[in-house]
């Protein structure tokens, strides 16, 4: 079993290298960078959150019975535009007063390379990471032809949970100790709060997700039928 382990830490190396490099390569080809040194500050200056303004006015929101400012970050914008393209949390999105009204102007004021990198993120990133856990689950769980819900427009929901206002990833890929990925069940739109975060570091914690599902998935069901076992634990 040690040899087991130590071959999953390797492939979950593997798979999240994999997921970091594809990041970094599609945000140098889309920001037109030549030396990956440059990322760090592309990264930093995106990550500085200001007021949203339409038409010379800084747009408002009605949050808690108050009206706010809105104000995000760069890749707070593509992680709001990349939400409200998915209809179940396009609803809780509407709720928390992020109407139509509030993503145009949102759409107006990201730069086209951070519109880019979101498209890409739902249209080709997601996707690949979603065959990789789906190729672990259909060995593990898919007898009959069983796979993996696919969600339209797919992207990791970040809500608020607890008295205290955790926030937790709704990702179909956590499994720090269970063989199968919650997304078996329907994503359904939900009375919690979503929570705007960096588009970044929620796919970073999408390949964490995805990587260990992938690469742990059969040491744990096998330790779990060993540990099981009743004449074992006799």
Do not use: C
């Given at each position: 079993?040690a040899k087991q382990?130590?071959?999953?830490g390797?492939?979950?190396?593997q798979?999240?290298?994999?997921?970091?490099?594809?990041?970094?390569?599609?945000?140098?080809?889309?920001?037109?960078?030549?030396?990956?040194s440059?990322?760090?500050?592309?990264?930093?200056?995106?990550?500085?959150?200001?007021?949203v303004?339409?038409?010379?006015e800084?747009?408002?929101?009605?949050?808690?019975?108050?009206?706010?400012?809105?104000?995000?970050?760069?890749?707070?914008?593509?992680d709001?535009?990349?939400?409200?393209?998915?209809?179940?949390?396009r609803?809780?999105?509407i709720?928390?007063?992020?109407?139509?009204?509030?993503?145009?102007?949102?759409?107006?004021?990201?730069?086209?390379e951070?519109?880019?990198?979101?498209d890409w993120?739902?249209?080709?990133?997601?996707?690949?990471?979603?065959?990789?856990?789906?190729?672990?689950?259909?060995?593990?769980e898919?007898?009959?032809?069983?796979?993996?819900?696919?969600?339209?427009n797919?992207v990791?929901?970040?809500?608020?949970?607890?008295?205290?206002?955790?926030?937790?990833?709704?990702?179909?890929?956590?499994?720090?100790?269970?063989?199968?990925?919650?997304?078996?069940?329907?994503?359904?739109?939900?009375?919690?709060?979503?929570?705007?975060?960096?588009?970044?570091?929620?796919?970073?914690?999408?390949?964490?997700?995805?990587?260990?599902?992938?690469?742990?998935?059969?040491?744990?069901?096998?330790?779990?039928?060993?540990y099981?076992?009743?004449?074992?634990?006799?």
């Amino acid at each position: 079993m040690a040899k087991q382990a130590h071959e999953a830490g390797n492939r979950k190396y593997q798979i999240k290298e994999l997921g970091k490099e594809m990041l970094a390569e599609k945000m140098m080809e889309t920001h037109g960078l030549t030396d990956r040194s440059q990322l760090k500050e592309i990264v930093n200056n995106n990550a500085i959150a200001k007021k949203v303004e339409m038409n010379g006015e800084v747009v408002k929101i009605k949050q808690d019975g108050k009206e706010v400012d809105l104000v995000l970050s760069q890749n707070e914008m593509g992680d709001l535009i990349s939400q409200w393209q998915n209809p179940e949390t396009r609803g809780m999105l509407i709720k928390q007063g992020y109407n139509k009204r509030v993503i145009d102007a949102v759409e107006a004021n990201i730069t086209p390379e951070n519109r880019a990198m979101t498209d890409w993120l739902i249209t080709d990133f997601y996707p690949i990471f979603y065959n990789v856990a789906n190729a672990t689950y259909k060995i593990r769980e898919g007898a009959g032809g069983k796979q993996l819900e696919q969600v339209t427009n797919y992207v990791p929901r970040a809500v608020e949970s607890g008295m205290k206002g955790e926030v937790t990833l709704d990702t179909p890929f956590e499994l720090k100790a269970s063989t199968k990925p919650s997304s078996v069940q329907e994503r359904k739109e939900s009375n919690a709060k979503v929570k705007i975060i960096d588009m970044y570091s929620k796919a970073l914690s999408h390949i964490e997700g995805v990587s260990h599902y992938s690469s742990y998935a059969d040491l744990v069901h096998e330790m779990r039928s060993i540990y099981g076992d009743t004449k074992i634990q006799n």
